[in-house]
């Protein structure tokens, strides 16, 4: 197996992870377009009538209900928060994220890309103790809208810019993740903490051995998500601890395999010549079944549930999260305030000038080279598409703040936001990316650096 075999290999799943972004912000714009027309048609009471509904069940004489838009937010998107855990873990292990000098880049320009807009909406807000709060908003990138755009090029892109990228967006979910377990929990009840805790012991166990009895995993799991649930953490954070369990790593090598399937062939050829048809016939079955068997041990059991889980998540998950959430009625909200400033603002230049200044100083340092086929120019093209923070910045947002109309100015500003950085990445890349003539090579249009870092 040469290096150029396993790059190639590398290659494919990357491609194939980036085609399932790029349907899933297709999936995931029709959704959200359709929510802010709805909201704000003659048939808007229907909407908020629908989003409201209350959906539960009665034991004895308690009543467990919530809205069918808690029900989306609070244990749907735990399948979000397990796919986004999956991403997080392979990448740190396996991926572009799993070596300092891999890391460096995309992990520095993640903290310039969440530090800066969270520190404009926080000074714009400042002393404001409603408002304040939802600093971590304008942190956030939604992934499958930045791929998507950035798809639109084609070949165009270098395979450099979409590992940049994405290793920035994965970075920058496990930020957020941590920021909506550490500073958007109101109060900790540890006893369901500590069931939630001894759950995760078998389900570990039944992660390892990939256990075939479904309903005995998806007992384990929902006794993992309420007991999270009523503990006061936020329950979503309970997919990203149970994905940290799920093994990534592949628990046979491919040359073991490749000497276990000649060995079955071997032994087969062998005694075929004594054996009458019944018995040679069984003894095929036994080989392909153990063949199939050292298979499945061939793939991680972390990837095969991504593959598995994805077009949920694309297909359904996001876009009724999105159909529940993006829904605002437009005249009602104050726009203008400083919610929909420091948002605005910080998605929209906090986010690119975060990341092209600490992906400088990266260089500068020396910690990190650019990527292959890679200018600045580019850079911050890509800087712009990870302002685009729909789905993150909206989630958030439903935890910061009580006040709806605070929370529907702050989805209106994500949805303006998202939108002049989407058009402004757009159109940055559509210059400093390479042109494709006819029968002549690429041409490629680059921004030199600074020649000095700034004075201070």
Request: charged fraction near 15%; aromatic fraction near 10%; proline fraction near 4%.
């Amino acid at each position: 197996m040469s290096a150029n075999t396993e790059r190639l290999g590398k290659d494919r799943t990357f491609d194939s992870f980036v085609h399932s972004q790029v349907m899933g912000s297709m999936v995931l714009l029709a959704c959200a377009a359709t929510a802010l027309i709805w909201a704000n048609s003659p048939w808007a009471e229907d909407y908020f009538a629908l989003i409201h509904t209350y959906l539960g069940f009665s034991w004895g004489e308690a009543t467990y209900q919530m809205s069918l838009q808690h029900w989306v937010n609070d244990a749907l998107m735990v399948i979000f928060f397990f796919v986004v855990g999956l991403e997080i873990k392979r990448e740190l292990l396996l991926g572009h994220l799993s070596s300092f000098r891999q890391a460096s880049l995309p992990v520095m320009a993640a903290i310039g890309g969440v530090a800066l807009p969270a520190g404009i909406y926080y000074a714009l807000n400042y002393g404001e103790a409603d408002m304040v709060r939802g600093w971590g908003i304008p942190m956030a990138t939604d992934i499958a809208f930045a791929l998507g755009i950035l798809a639109m090029f084609g070949k165009r892109v270098p395979i450099g810019l979409k590992i940049f990228l994405t290793a920035l967006a994965i970075a920058d979910d496990l930020a957020a993740v941590s920021v909506i377990a550490l500073f958007y929990t109101e109060q900790i009840n540890f006893v369901p903490l500590i069931v939630a805790g001894a759950l995760l012991v078998p389900l570990m166990v039944a992660f390892q051995i990939r256990l075939a009895r479904i309903s005995v995993m998806m007992v384990l799991i929902v006794g993992v998500w309420v007991g999270v649930f009523a503990s006061g953490i936020h329950a979503t954070v309970a997919g990203v601890v149970m994905a940290f369990l799920v093994p990534v790593r592949v628990r046979i090598q491919p040359q073991k395999l490749i000497d276990f399937a000649s060995d079955k062939l071997r032994r087969l050829r062998r005694d075929d010549v004594t054996k009458d048809s019944m018995i040679e016939n069984h003894q095929q079955l036994e080989a392909i079944e153990d063949l199939h068997s050292a298979t499945r041990e061939l793939t991680p059991f972390g990837l095969s549930l991504e593959h598995y889980l994805h077009p949920i998540q694309t297909l359904f998950v996001l876009p009724l999260f999105a159909l529940f959430n993006a829904g605002v009625a437009v005249g009602e909200q104050s726009f203008g305030s400083t919610v929909s400033l420091g948002i605005i603002l910080g998605l929209f230049l906090g986010k690119p000038i975060g990341i092209m200044l600490f992906s400088w100083l990266t260089v500068q340092l020396r910690l990190a080279s650019m990527p292959e086929g890679v200018n600045w120019g580019q850079i911050l093209g890509a800087g712009c598409l990870a302002g685009v923070g729909f789905t993150m910045s909206i989630f958030i947002t439903e935890l910061a703040f009580d006040d709806s109309a605070l929370i529907g100015d702050a989805k209106l500003s994500i949805v303006i936001a998202s939108v002049l950085a989407g058009i402004g990445g757009y159109l940055i890349l559509r210059q400093m990316l390479p042109k494709e003539g006819p029968g002549e090579p690429a041409e490629h249009v680059t921004i030199e650096p600074p020649a000095e870092a700034p004075a201070h």
